[in-house]
């Protein structure tokens, strides 16, 4: 057999902002071990035997984020290839993206597990042993999903009606009441969204019940710009293309429809982390009910969930609340309105508020910058170079920079200048003069870039070389 975990990384998240958000969402979450669900999602499929490589769906916009959290665990080497694509078009185009690539790279018969990025799975062992069972199904010609084995009356998963592995029906998201029908009778899975199946059964299926969605995404796929080099392949995704294929899930195109669907029952210590209060249960409460991952300083404080990075958390005489504080934005909810807190994301995104699209923390293939104080005539930011990294050759029209080097050492070019910049040492780049930064050193490069002048936005920068493919 060969096998090609399929990793979806998509969505928001919008649940779990302010930590989730457009640039960084909730598959890049760090639980309390470092590890991030993406990077769980990677070793959790790496492991598994006869794997060929790990391939991944995604937005262009977090191709080099993902690539970094993957090298940060992928310790064997593993090769990995990514699907980029420039928005969302759900499930069934990603699917449809990764059937074509494993069947003209390993053949119809290699086999796809396909994950999802931001999933937590308890137990390993039990999860290896469903996948072995759900590949002997999936080379039998069956569309395999896996079946949440239920402990509780959730009204915020689908459901699946089986007898044995024998797929009756797909059930959407239930009442209470129904969740509780369900529970009882012992015939209901939760849909974990998790699947396998071959290459080939997959294109055939989708031939049959949803061939514009396989047509318009094959002529992508065509015409995808393809990059390979150093066990990394990228497939980038032209959006002119990628805008006329459907927008649609797997479970309604495919898998509500075909007769070739079976589940594998398990008990994996799977969850979705749909939540605060679901991430707030991975930690153990103190002798009061809270579950705190902060520095916080509490005085009649009961069954909390207080989250916070940096700053000091002061609490008197709450009960059964959400605070979660990052630099730019602080959540407080009721915790059992925690679902609720979707439609604020919703509203800042339909405001064009900047929290609901990033941090004040900005990921990039060299490193990252975080801004730090912003006001209408300046802005200031810091940045941190990787070893070896460098910006683009680009230039601005309506700024003007100062960069202090306060860790490390700069190669920049600056207009037709080259110079080396040294820890306490300064150079200022006029507006309009071509310029780069460069890290020739070993360590990393920390350095505050003063902006002055009329407007400081990422869309003012002019291009002219990039490793990274920007131009």
């Known amino acids: 057999m060969r096998l090609v975990p399929t990793i979806l990384c998509g969505g928001v998240g919008s649940r779990l902002w302010p930590v989730s958000r457009d640039l960084h969402p909730k598959p890049f979450i760090r639980l309390a071990d470092g590890q991030s669900l993406l990077q769980k999602a990677f070793l959790r499929g790496a492991v598994l035997p006869d794997v060929e490589e790990i391939l991944t769906v995604t937005n262009r916009e977090l191709f080099f984020k993902t690539k970094d959290e993957f090298g940060e665990v992928n310790q064997t080497q593993l090769p990995t290839s990514f699907i980029l694509e420039p928005f969302g078009r759900n499930t069934s185009a990603a699917i449809a993206a990764a059937s074509l690539h494993v069947s003209e790279t390993y053949g119809a018969d290699a086999v796809l597990l396909v994950l999802a990025a931001d999933h937590l799975i308890a137990d390993q062992a039990a999860f290896v042993d469903a996948v072995a069972d759900a590949a002997v199904l ?40 129904k969740a509780v029908e369900y529970l009882q009778s012992g015939r209901f899975l939760w849909n974990s969204g998790m699947f396998c199946f071959t290459a080939g059964s997959m294109l055939e299926a ?194 003007s920079e100062h960069w202090i080097v306060v860790s490390g050492m700069a190669k920049v070019v600056n207009g037709d200048t080259e110079l080396f910049v040294r820890t306490n040492e300064s150079t200022y780049i006029p507006a309009g003069h071509k310029h780069r930064l460069e890290n020739p050193g070993m360590l990393s490069l920390v350095m505050i870039e003063v902006q002055s002048g009329e407007y400081f936005g990422e869309d003012d920068i002019v291009r002219f070389q990039d490793t990274y493919g920007r131009v």
């Open 138 to 177: 999936a080379q039998q010609g069956n569309l395999v999903t896996f079946g949440i084995q239920p402990d509780a009356p959730e009204t915020g998963y689908g459901y699946i009606e089986a007898e044995g592995s024998k797929v009756l029906r797909f059930v959407e998201k239930p009442s209470h009441e």
């Open 206 to 399: 989708m031939e049959q019940y949803c061939p514009d969605i396989l047509l318009t995404t094959r002529t992508c796929m065509a015409q995808a710009r393809s990059v390979e080099g150093k066990g990394v392949k990228e497939i980038e995704l032209d959006s002119g293309s990628f805008a006329k294929v459907p927008d649609n899930s797997i479970d309604y195109t495919v898998m509500e429809k075909s007769s070739k669907v079976a589940v594998v029952p398990c008990n994996i210590g799977w969850s979705d982390i749909g939540s605060w209060s679901a991430l707030a249960d991975l930690s153990a409460p103190d002798a009061n009910g809270n579950r705190i991952d902060a520095q916080a300083f509490l005085h009649d404080v009961t069954n909390c969930y207080i989250h916070s990075d940096k700053r000091v958390i002061g609490a008197v005489g709450i009960d059964n609340l959400i605070i979660v504080d990052t630099p730019d934005a602080l959540l407080v909810a009721d915790k059992s309105r925690t679902q609720d807190v979707r439609h604020l994301y919703a509203k800042l995104k339909s405001q064009g508020h900047d929290a609901h699209k990033h941090h004040l923390t900005a990921h990039r293939p060299w490193g990252t910058y975080t801004v730090l104080e912003e006001d209408a005539s300046f802005k200031i930011k810091r940045i941190e170079v990787k070893p070896g990294a460098s910006l683009s050759l680009q230039m601005h029209h309506h700024r």
